[in-house]
């Protein structure tokens, strides 16, 4: 996880430029770079690195030696990074993972470049031959990457959304080529599937998404709430760890209101059957609302259920980073929508529905949950990875067919649940719990957390400032929660 920025043509001050690169400094708090670009008049690029992969030469920007007019800011990993080394036999300059991108580029373009990843990455390869900037993200947005053009011809790319707002006289011209690496649907091919083989698959499949997001030299720890999905990757993980030789034990993290939380009993129960290291941390209304603003101004978003989920996530993290030493997070998010495990997946009108709902779902996740895991995370220091979104994984889940994936017996996510069902792997009614929204899973008895901060929001909003809402904004707020968000994000967006 890292921070990168870059400005083409805008003549503002340097001074400038790098006060606004400054904006993402807590994405890469290791080490910091920014430059200006030979012969592009009027550009600057910075990188804040978080070190996970490589060493020295893993700083950024990167230009080797090969392709001095190429230019890369990279925020990923590229899991598959050798196997294309040797593949395409590139002898590399560096022993960072993200080098592989310069190579493909040169030899392939942009767009086959990207689509030869396997990793989570958001990268910008500034081309003086091509005189032209091209901007690549993976399929999901699990590294976010924003771009903004203004009329005067302004390019700003950046991590997050706070660019920074330039009206400047424009004296470098450039093109910009823009791709999002998709993930490979195929058509549904009417061949015999044998459940077993398929179940097995999966298995298989899943366990390679968590091995390789175990790569890099910091420590990995897990959240874990105690629903399938945490559950399911905390036990991996654990499990992939002892076979790699990790001496030192998983740690898990959950958080709840109080210990009698759902999410805090089940969690806990887990925790016992991988024999991981496990945190429990609590939280009150009023540090839930304290952290309210810190959150909004992270996530860049007025979005109700986002802030909701987040604040006690942005609280979790936040702990992770004061008192551990884990720096890579695991997390369950990905699965709900690959897998179909939101409650209105059981009202699907018929199988191609729920599927068309989950492409649709997966193609903006990257505002709502990866949004929230991301900001969380990068808000502290903290490096996200989230197997369920997986290249491969999801590839193969999604191709299967709809039937076999929709919910069965009001179970939603059945087929995930039954592919692992015999192995031991999580408990048996950790398998089979019911869906509950994070919000409700940290709450206390009788209220939940979203229903106490909605109580106590309301009576932070008058009936006249509310009726006023609609003068001022022109997507109206419906609530006075909603308007207290909204408040809260225009002072500074």
């Not at 807590?26 to 012969?39: K, T, V, Y």
């Not at 036999?89 to 592989?100: G, I, K, N, S």
Request: hydrophobic fraction near 35%.
């Amino acid at each position: 996880m890292c921070g990168i920025w870059a400005l083409f043509g805008c003549d503002c001050s340097d001074l400038v430029k790098c006060k606004e690169a400054l904006k993402v400094a807590h994405r890469g708090p290791d080490s910091f770079q920014i430059n200006n670009l030979e012969g592009l008049k009027n550009s600057m690029v910075a990188f804040h690195r978080l070190h996970v992969v490589g060493g020295i030469g893993g700083m950024q920007p990167m230009i080797l030696k090969k392709y001095p007019h190429l230019t890369l800011l990279c925020n990923g990993e590229i899991y598959n990074y050798k196997t294309l080394q040797n593949e395409f036999d590139y002898l590399f300059q560096t022993d960072c993972d993200c080098e592989v991108i310069l190579h493909l580029y040169n030899e392939f373009g942009g767009e086959k470049a990207s689509q030869l990843l396997d990793g989570v990455f958001a990268f910008i390869v500034i081309d003086t031959k091509q005189n032209c900037v091209m901007l690549s993200r993976d399929s999901y947005g699990v590294r976010p990457l924003y771009y903004v053009t203004t009329k005067s011809g302004v390019l700003g790319a950046c991590s997050e959304r706070d660019i920074g707002d330039h009206h400047s006289h424009v004296t470098f011209s450039t093109s910009a080529r823009i791709y999002t690496s998709r993930t490979r649907i195929s058509l549904w091919l009417n061949i015999p599937y044998v459940e077993e083989t398929v179940k097995r698959n999966i298995r298989y499949l899943f366990s390679r998404a968590v091995d390789k997001r175990l790569m890099g030299s910091r420590r990995v720890g897990c959240l874990l709430s105690g629903g399938l999905d945490s559950s399911v990757v905390a036990a991996l993980t654990a499990q992939k760890l002892k076979e790699h030789g990790v001496a030192e034990p998983l740690q898990t993290f959950t958080i709840g209101m109080n210990s009698d939380s759902t999410d805090a009993i089940a969690a806990r129960k887990v925790a016992r059957h991988i024999g991981s290291e496990h945190h429990e941390i609590a939280f009150t209304l009023e540090e839930g609302i304290k952290a309210v603003e810190s959150v909004i101004l992270s996530l860049e978003t007025y979005d109700v259920l986002v802030i909701q989920s987040s604040v006690p996530m942005y609280i979790l993290c936040q702990y992770i980073s004061r008192n551990t030493d884990n720096i890579l997070i695991m997390t369950g998010e990905g699965a709900d929508e690959v897998a179909q495990g939101y409650f209105h997946f059981l009202e699907q009108p018929t199988p191609e529905d729920g599927h068309k709902e989950s492409m649709r779902q997966l193609q903006q996740i990257y505002m709502y949950d990866v949004l929230r895991i991301d900001r969380c995370t990068a808000a502290h220091g903290l490096e996200i990875r989230a197997p369920f979104l997986d290249h491969a994984f999801t590839s193969y889940y999604l191709n299967l067919p709809a039937d076999m994936r929709a919910p069965k017996n009001g179970i939603e996510k059945y087929f995930l649940r039954a592919a692992f069902a015999g192995s031991n792997l999580i408990p048996n009614t950790t398998l089979w719990r019911k869906k509950e929204g994070f919000s409700i899973g940290v709450s206390e008895e009788g209220t939940s957390w979203f229903e106490q901060l909605q109580q106590h929001l309301e009576g932070l909003i008058t009936n006249d400032e509310f009726a006023r809402a609609s003068q001022s904004y022109t997507h109206n707020p419906r609530t006075k929660e909603e308007l207290f968000y909204r408040q809260i994000f225009e002072k500074k967006f």
